[in-house]
């Protein structure tokens, strides 16, 4: 059963760079069946789509978070990261990685418990 | 950018019903690329269905998923306390969008 599991700092200051990194187990993330995939929820809010980066590197992103994001993929750790940029008090969510199924309706079918990330000085 | 309206906000039923949660879209969902997530308090969301109706692995029958062009519907019958939860559509067009969720509570 894949597993993933989403670790990074809980705190990032204002004005500072937000990065995640998503471990991946059981499953290796050189597929060409999926792209890895950050969504995060705002406390008490829905879900955003982040964005989606493949094991090559290719990657696309939503377009409200596009010049803020940067997505990374090591493949010798089965490991995919996130970073956000500029962060402001309005990045505060709970951050998921999940891995997207292209090819067949581009979906997430599986994901990471999600860590919950708070912007504030 | 397709935005996609979920009805009702709550939805209250007793165990034994059934519910039906709308799942609207601003434009026509030509290609079936529409998902269900369950959600449940302090978790991580859970794929339900994907293309509309295609259930995922391990979700029971008594969930469905239909619907065409701008409607669809995620039915869940013979509810149970552990259907608590809020559930979420979801649409990929070069873009994935989620709508705002529907929260279904046994009473």
């Known amino acids: 059963q894949l597993h993933l599991q989403a670790s990074g700092p809980g705190l990032v200051r204002p004005s500072e760079t937000l990065s995640l990194t998503c471990s991946v187990s059981?499953?290796?993330?050189?597929?060409?069946?999926?792209?890895w995939a950050w969504i995060r929820q705002p406390p008490g809010k829905g879900l955003q789509w982040i964005g989606s980066?493949?094991?090559?590197?290719?990657?696309y992103s939503n377009p409200s978070l596009r010049n803020r994001v940067t997505f990374s993929v090591d493949t010798s750790k089965n490991q995919f990261s996130l970073q956000l940029k500029s962060v402001t008090a309005a990045d505060t969510a709970v951050y998921y990685c999940?891995?997207?199924?292209?090819?067949?309706?581009?979906?997430?079918?599986?994901w990471g418990q999600g860590i919950l990330v708070t912007v504030s000085s | 950018e397709i935005v996609l309206t979920q009805s009702p906000g709550t939805l209250s039923l007793s165990p034994g019903e059934r519910a039906t949660l709308s799942c609207r879209a601003s434009?026509?969902?030509?290609?079936?690329?529409l998902a269900w997530y369950q959600q449940k308090p302090g978790q991580a969301p859970r794929l339900l269905f994907f293309?509309?109706?295609s259930r995922a692995t391990g979700i029971p029958d008594k969930f469905s998923g239909g619907g065409s062009g701008t409607d669809f519907t995620l039915t869940i019958s013979r509810l149970e306390s552990e259907d608590s939860a809020v559930y979420y559509c979801?649409?990929?067009?070069?873009?994935?969008?989620f709508g705002k969720g529907t929260r279904l509570e046994i009473k």
């Open positions: 999940a891995r997207e199924v292209l090819q067949t309706y581009y979906h997430f079918d599986y």
């Open positions: 059981d499953d290796p993330i050189t597929s060409y069946t999926y792209y």
């Open positions: 980066v493949f094991y090559g590197g290719r990657s």
């Open positions: 434009q026509d969902i030509r290609n079936n690329y």
């Open positions: 293309g509309t109706s």
């Open positions: 979801q649409h990929y067009d070069s873009s994935h969008t």
